[in-house]
Protein backbone atom coordinates (compact mmCIF):
# COMPACT_ATOMS: atom_id res chain seq x y z
CA UNK A 1 0.00 0.00 0.00
CA UNK A 2 2.74 2.75 1.16
CA UNK A 3 4.30 1.69 -2.26
CA UNK A 4 1.75 2.99 -4.70
CA UNK A 5 1.17 5.92 -2.58
CA UNK A 6 5.07 6.49 -2.92
CA UNK A 7 5.12 6.25 -6.71
CA UNK A 8 2.17 8.65 -7.36
CA UNK A 9 3.68 11.31 -5.19
CA UNK A 10 7.31 10.50 -7.50
CA UNK A 11 4.73 10.88 -10.90
CA UNK A 12 3.46 14.03 -9.48
CA UNK A 13 6.83 15.54 -8.71
CA UNK A 14 7.89 14.80 -12.04
CA UNK A 15 4.97 16.18 -13.67
CA UNK A 16 5.64 19.55 -11.42
CA UNK A 17 9.20 19.42 -12.13
CA UNK A 18 8.05 19.20 -15.92
CA UNK A 19 5.50 22.72 -15.54
CA UNK A 20 8.26 24.37 -14.11
CA UNK A 21 11.12 23.77 -16.59
CA UNK A 22 11.71 26.78 -18.34
CA UNK A 23 10.39 29.41 -15.85
CA UNK A 24 11.33 31.47 -12.91
CA UNK A 25 9.87 29.22 -10.36
CA UNK A 26 11.93 30.73 -7.61
CA UNK A 27 11.02 32.26 -4.31
CA UNK A 28 13.10 35.61 -4.32
CA UNK A 29 13.01 38.31 -1.72
CA UNK A 30 10.57 40.03 -3.59
CA UNK A 31 8.16 36.82 -3.62
CA UNK A 32 8.80 36.42 -0.12
CA UNK A 33 7.88 39.89 0.29
CA UNK A 34 4.76 39.59 -2.05
CA UNK A 35 3.62 36.47 -0.11
CA UNK A 36 3.80 37.75 3.36
CA UNK A 37 2.58 40.88 2.52
CA UNK A 38 -0.51 39.32 1.41
CA UNK A 39 -0.92 36.91 4.45
CA UNK A 40 -0.87 40.04 6.41
CA UNK A 41 -3.61 41.88 4.19
CA UNK A 42 -5.64 38.37 4.68
CA UNK A 43 -5.08 38.61 8.30
CA UNK A 44 -6.00 42.87 8.33
CA UNK A 45 -9.37 41.61 6.48
CA UNK A 46 -10.49 39.80 9.26
CA UNK A 47 -10.76 42.88 11.61
CA UNK A 48 -12.10 45.08 8.79
CA UNK A 49 -15.88 45.77 7.53
CA UNK A 50 -14.64 46.28 4.01
CA UNK A 51 -12.99 43.81 1.68
CA UNK A 52 -10.17 46.17 0.16
CA UNK A 53 -7.65 44.55 2.05
CA UNK A 54 -8.78 40.65 1.12
CA UNK A 55 -8.44 42.61 -2.73
CA UNK A 56 -5.54 44.08 -2.33
CA UNK A 57 -4.02 40.47 -0.95
CA UNK A 58 -5.33 38.59 -3.82
CA UNK A 59 -3.44 41.26 -6.34
CA UNK A 60 -0.44 40.48 -4.31
CA UNK A 61 -0.47 36.61 -4.52
CA UNK A 62 -1.78 37.07 -8.03
CA UNK A 63 1.61 38.87 -8.94
CA UNK A 64 3.56 36.33 -6.68
CA UNK A 65 2.34 33.63 -9.24
CA UNK A 66 2.63 35.16 -12.37
CA UNK A 67 6.05 36.20 -11.50
CA UNK A 68 6.76 32.45 -10.18
CA UNK A 69 5.58 31.11 -13.22
CA UNK A 70 6.63 33.95 -15.33
CA UNK A 71 8.94 31.83 -18.70
CA UNK A 72 10.93 35.82 -18.79
CA UNK A 73 13.87 34.80 -16.30
CA UNK A 74 15.50 37.88 -16.87
CA UNK A 75 13.30 40.43 -16.30
CA UNK A 76 12.05 38.59 -12.92
CA UNK A 77 15.47 37.88 -12.23
CA UNK A 78 15.87 42.21 -12.85
CA UNK A 79 12.97 42.96 -10.51
CA UNK A 80 14.60 41.41 -7.73
CA UNK A 81 17.65 43.08 -8.15
CA UNK A 82 16.02 46.29 -8.37
CA UNK A 83 13.89 45.45 -5.24
CA UNK A 84 16.86 44.35 -3.26
CA UNK A 85 18.68 47.71 -4.08
CA UNK A 86 15.93 49.97 -2.84
CA UNK A 87 15.80 47.71 0.34
CA UNK A 88 19.16 48.24 0.95
CA UNK A 89 19.45 51.73 -0.03
CA UNK A 90 16.13 52.45 2.78
CA UNK A 91 18.29 50.46 5.45
CA UNK A 92 21.19 52.46 4.79
CA UNK A 93 18.84 55.68 5.33
CA UNK A 94 16.88 54.24 8.77
CA UNK A 95 20.72 53.54 9.51
CA UNK A 96 21.92 56.75 9.11
CA UNK A 97 18.84 58.86 10.66
CA UNK A 98 19.20 56.45 13.70
CA UNK A 99 22.72 56.88 14.16
CA UNK A 100 22.28 60.91 14.04
CA UNK A 101 19.76 60.46 16.28
CA UNK A 102 21.88 58.79 18.49
CA UNK A 103 24.51 61.11 18.51
CA UNK A 104 22.80 64.34 18.33
CA UNK A 105 24.13 65.15 21.68
CA UNK A 106 27.52 64.98 20.90
CA UNK A 107 27.85 65.99 17.17
CA UNK A 108 26.25 69.31 15.42
CA UNK A 109 24.79 67.70 11.79
CA UNK A 110 25.79 70.76 8.51
CA UNK A 111 26.06 70.56 5.07
CA UNK A 112 28.59 71.77 2.72
CA UNK A 113 27.43 75.21 1.38
CA UNK A 114 29.42 74.20 -2.05
CA UNK A 115 28.56 70.33 -2.22
CA UNK A 116 25.74 70.11 0.06
CA UNK A 117 27.85 67.31 1.31
CA UNK A 118 27.00 66.00 4.84
CA UNK A 119 29.10 67.16 7.54
CA UNK A 120 29.52 66.82 11.69
CA UNK A 121 31.77 68.23 14.15
CA UNK A 122 31.82 67.79 18.03
CA UNK A 123 29.45 70.35 20.00
CA UNK A 124 30.85 73.50 22.54
CA UNK A 125 33.35 74.18 20.41
CA UNK A 126 32.30 77.59 18.91
CA UNK A 127 33.35 78.90 15.74
CA UNK A 128 35.33 76.52 13.71
CA UNK A 129 36.60 76.39 10.29
CA UNK A 130 35.57 73.38 8.64
CA UNK A 131 37.04 71.73 5.23
CA UNK A 132 34.86 69.39 3.83
CA UNK A 133 35.80 66.19 2.78
CA UNK A 134 34.54 65.79 -0.17
CA UNK A 135 35.32 69.20 -1.85
CA UNK A 136 37.89 70.10 0.08
CA UNK A 137 35.78 73.60 0.26
CA UNK A 138 36.63 75.62 3.48
CA UNK A 139 34.24 77.50 5.27
CA UNK A 140 33.36 79.00 9.13
CA UNK A 141 30.28 77.41 11.14
CA UNK A 142 29.14 77.91 14.97
CA UNK A 143 29.25 74.80 16.26
Not at 46 to 74: D, E, G, M, Q, V
Not at 89 to 109: D, G, M, P, V
Not at 128 to 135: D, G, L, P
Amino acid sequence: MGQIWLERLLRWNAKVQKLLVGRYARMDRLNNTLVRGSLILFLLNLFLPTSIAFWLAFALLLWANYRFFSKRIYPRSNENTRYVTKVEQLKTKFRIIKERINTRKAYKYFKCPTCKQQLRAPKGKGKIKVTCSKCNGQFYHNV
